[in-house]
């Protein structure tokens, strides 16, 4: 494989990656939007998407909002605390 087919098939790969991540994206907020349209005032079902929030954002806070710990971190220790 030469230098130019090697730069080639990188640029593929990072383009399926960025398609593959912007697809995961948008079935993600495709998801959370019926959560938030069922549930407007947070009362039910809403609040799964929430669960771990509470404590994460304490967690950041205290932090600063630092980069030590990112919010899908500190989402994850607030699921564990809670």
Sequence with gaps: MNDYSSVCLTCKLLLYGFIFDFIIV??????????????E?????????????TF????????NFSKKINHGEAVLIGMLLA
Excluded at 56 to 63: K, L, P, V
Aim: charged fraction near 25%.
């Design 26 to 39: 948008l079935k993600s907020s495709k998801n959370k939007v019926h959560f938030v349209v069922a549930d």
């Design 41 to 53: 005032k947070e009362s039910n079902k809403r609040m799964v998407l929430n669960f771990g929030h």
């Design 56 to 63: 994460a954002h304490g967690i950041e806070s205290s932090n």
